[in-house]
């Protein structure tokens, strides 16, 4: 089997020859890796026979982008969103929004028009050649888009979205169709044109450590029906849908499955996300990608990781429907040969049954 075979037999839950393999180190840890032995020009996608390939074309509403400052630490940039964003240089952090482009409906009435759907959008060399290499690796190739509650922050304040969420409603749903309008569009255009993608790879974080962001009634009657329009779209057309959530979103699994979601993924262990406990309450109508705790990759007992591989495995494996992947991404915290050693434990315990 090659890496798309693989995802295909996981996600329909059908055994695979081993266990399928992704995974999603921060740029600080590649950069570390680059040091301690990956060799140069070679990505870990490439090294470690990652096989899943995420394309995505351009959601934003294309602002020109600026670096308006840098020191030894930090970045301070305009982003095509509009929103002044500072971060870390080695990008190992979540970024600091220090402006938002949105606080009231106005704003939001300014950059509609810039979502419009446009050809422009598609940087067909790119998105081609992105294609082509995935096809050549034998990977997974999925069409990729962030949308919703996740997407929203891009423009507005966290409080100020919760609040949002509360006091208008119908600005917020109007905001969720034209990010759903965009999304489609751009998802049949790339069919189209040739991009013919195994599945969708959808982003929208919607938990924090302990539980949902937003009640679980809200979000049904606010962002569940445009999740479900966009879940549906892609599995009408026998496209599978990998949802990212980060978080605790337990309350809302019920909702996924409903709505055709076929993957859940990164299943964040210290938000007690457990591989184990969902694979035994959802595993007929679920797959599951990840569970893996990032924090046991670096623990300093070896012991630690592959105990944790073994024993999620032995349970998460069983019939197919499970994909290797951290429970979050692999901070700079794991080393290069860690993490090497952290492959051999994948391929050993992941060995087809």
């Excluded at 190992?92 to 009435?109: L, N, R």
């Excluded at 067909?124 to 050549?136: H, I, K, N, S």
Aim: glycine share 6%.
């Amino acid at each position: 089997m090659d890496g798309r075979e693989r995802f295909l037999a996981a996600i329909e839950h059908r055994a695979p020859d081993r266990v399928p393999i992704h995974d999603h180190p921060w740029a600080s840890t590649i950069d570390r890796w680059h040091k301690e032995g990956l060799p140069a020009e070679t990505t870990p996608d490439d090294y470690f026979g990652f096989e899943m390939a995420r394309i995505r074309p351009d959601l934003s509403p294309r602002f020109p982008t600026q670096e308006i400052e840098e020191d030894e630490e930090y970045v301070l940039e305009r982003t095509p969103y509009g929103a002044l964003r500072r971060q870390h240089r080695d990008r190992s952090t979540t970024p600091e929004i220090v402006e938002y482009p949105i606080h009231a409906y106005e704003d939001w009435q300014r950059i509609k028009p810039r979502l419009a759907p446009d050809p422009e959008r598609l940087n067909w060399p790119a998105l081609r050649a992105q294609y082509e290499r995935a096809r050549r690796a034998g990977r997974f190739v999925t069409f990729h888009a962030h949308f919703g509650y996740a997407a929203l922050l891009e423009y507005v304040r966290t409080d100020e979205l919760l609040m949002l969420l509360a006091t208008e409603p119908e600005w917020v749903k109007e905001m969720y169709q034209v990010q759903l309008e965009l999304v489609l569009w751009l998802a049949e255009e790339m069919a189209k044109g040739g991009i013919d993608y195994d599945g969708a790879f959808l982003n929208c974080d919607l938990g924090y450590r302990n539980a949902t962001l937003f009640s679980p009634q809200m979000y049904r009657e606010l962002q569940f029906p445009f999740d479900r329009q966009l879940f549906r779209w892609f599995r009408d057309r026998s496209k599978p849908v990998i949802l990212h959530s980060d978080g605790c979103v337990k309350a809302l699994v019920p909702y996924f499955v409903e709505g055709g979601v076929s993957v859940l993924q990164p299943l964040e262990v210290k938000a007690g996300m457990d591989v184990i406990e969902l694979k035994r309450e959802y595993g007929r109508d679920l797959a599951f990608m990840g569970g893996i705790d990032a924090r046991a990759m670096a623990d300093p007992d070896p012991r630690a990781i592959e105990d944790e591989i073994r024993r999620k495995f032995a349970v998460a494996m069983v019939g197919g429907g499970y994909i290797f992947h951290s429970d979050h991404s692999v901070p700079n915290d794991v080393s290069f040969g860690r993490y090497r050693r952290i492959m051999e434990l994948v391929h050993k315990y992941g060995a087809g049954r």
